[in-house]
C-alpha cells in the first residue's frame, strides 16, 4: 500500500526543483560526495512527504481517483489508507534522521507541521470578505509552497555555509510553490478529468473557494452566499462554476501565478550562472504552461 503511488507515474516536480537547487548552490561551495548523497536524500525525502500527504488527503476528501488510477482509501479502505500515509511518513523521517543534521531536520518537521495546518485551514473559512484572499494565501503557502521552499532550504544549507544563499534557495521555493498551486487551483476550472488523473471541479464539490472563485466574487457579488454555504445547496458547483468562467477569475489568478514565478526568478537569479539555475528559471515557466 505505501509504495502504490511510487510508480514513477507522479511529476516528481518537488525532487527535481530540489536536485536543481542543491546543484545551483554548490557552485557557491566545494561539496564532497558525501554531501551530495544526503541533498539527494533531501530530495527523496520531500517527495515521501508529498506522497504521505496525497495519501491522508484522500482519505479526509473521501476522493476514489488519482493519477489515473484508485486511491489508496477506495482500494484498501480509509482505516489502512491512514496507516499507509504514516508508514511513509515514519520512512522519511528515519531517512531524515539519518542524514544527522539537525538544522535540517528541523527545516523539514516544520513542513510537516505546515500541512496538517494547511489542511486545518482549509476545514475553516472566513466569513469576511476581505480577510478571505488572505486566508487563502496562507493556505496555499502552507499546504502547498512550505515543502518545495523548505527542502529547497535544507539542501542549501548542507550545501554551503552562507546564509543569503540559504535565503535565495527559501524564497524560489516559496514562490515557485503558491505559483504552482494556484495554477493547480486554475486547472481545477480549465483542464478535464482525463488530463488531470482525477475528477475536475473537485474544489467547488468540497466545498472550497479557491483563488478563480474570490476573483469571480469581487465581479459578482451573488457568489457570496454560495461561498458562505460552502456550494451546499443543489446546483450550487454548476452555477459557481458558470459564474468563475465568465469572469476573469482564471485570468485573474494565472496573472497572480505569473506574478510569483517573477519574483521566483528574480530570487534565483541571484545565484551564481550555472545550467541548474537555468534550468530552476525555465521550470517557473513549465509552472504556468503546464495542464496537468
Ligand atoms: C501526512 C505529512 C502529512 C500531512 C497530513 C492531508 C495533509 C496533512 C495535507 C495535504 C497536503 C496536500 C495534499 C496538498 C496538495 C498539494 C498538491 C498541489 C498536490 C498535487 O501535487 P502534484 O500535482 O501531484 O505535484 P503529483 O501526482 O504529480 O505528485
Redesign the pocket.
Known amino acids: 500500500m505505501s509504495e502504490y503511488y511510487f510508480d514513477g507515474k507522479?511529476?516528481?516536480?518537488?525532487p527535481i526543483i530540489v536536485a536543481l537547487m542543491a546543484r545551483a548552490c554548490n557552485i557557491h561551495h566545494n561539496n564532497s560526495r558525501h554531501v551530495q548523497a544526503s541533498q539527494r536524500a533531501i530530495a527523496l525525502i520531500a517527495e515521501m512527504?508529498?506522497t504521505?500527504?496525497?495519501v491522508?488527503?484522500d482519505v479526509?476528501d473521501d476522493a476514489s481517483s488519482?493519477?489515473g488510477k484508485h486511491t489508496v482509501n477506495k482500494i484498501w479502505g480509509e482505516k489502512k489508507a491512514v496507516l499507509a500515509?504514516d508508514l511513509i511518513?515514519s520512512a522519511a523521517s528515519i531517512a531524515l534522521a539519518r542524514i544527522g543534521n539537525t538544522t535540517v531536520i528541523s527545516i523539514l518537521t516544520q513542513v510537516?507541521e505546515d500541512?496538517?495546518r494547511?489542511?486545518f485551514l482549509q476545514l475553516g473559512s472566513k466569513e469576511n470578505e476581505n480577510e478571505r484572499f488572505a486566508h487563502y494565501l496562507e493556505k496555499t503557502f502552507k499546504?502547498?509552497a512550505s515543502l518545495i521552499a523548505n527542502s529547497c532550504k535544507a539542501v542549501s544549507v548542507l550545501g554551503c555555509p552562507d546564509p543569503v544563499v540559504h535565503e535565495i534557495a527559501y524564497q524560489y521555493g516559496k514562490n515557485i510553490g503558491i505559483a504552482?498551486?494556484l495554477i493547480?487551483d486554475v486547472l481545477d476550472f480549465t483542464s478535464c478529468s482525463d488530463q488531470m488523473g482525477k475528477p475536475t471541479s473537485a474544489d467547488l464539490k468540497l466545498g472550497l473557494a479557491t483563488g478563480p472563485v474570490l476573483f469571480a466574487c469581487q465581479q459578482f457579488p451573488e457568489m457570496n452566499a454560495m461561498i458562505m454555504r460552502r456550494f451546499s445547496l443543489p446546483g450550487d458547483v454548476d452555477r459557481a462554476r458558470q459564474y468563475v468562467l465568465q469572469s476573469d477569475g482564471v485570468q485573474q489568478t494565472t496573472y497572480l501565478a505569473q506574478q510569483y514565478c517573477h519574483e521566483a526568478v528574480r530570487e534565483i537569479s541571484k545565484l551564481r550562472p550555472s545550467p541548474e539555475r537555468d534550468a530552476l528559471i525555465q521550470l517557473s515557466e513549465i509552472v504556468l504552461t503546464r495542464d496537468k
Not at 507522479?10 to 518537488?14: D, E, L, P, T, V
Open positions: 507522479g511529476k516528481a516536480f518537488r512527504i508529498h504521505a500527504s496525497l491522508h488527503d479526509i488519482r493519477r500515509g511518513l510537516i500541512l496538517v494547511g489542511e499546504k502547498t504552482f498551486q493547480d
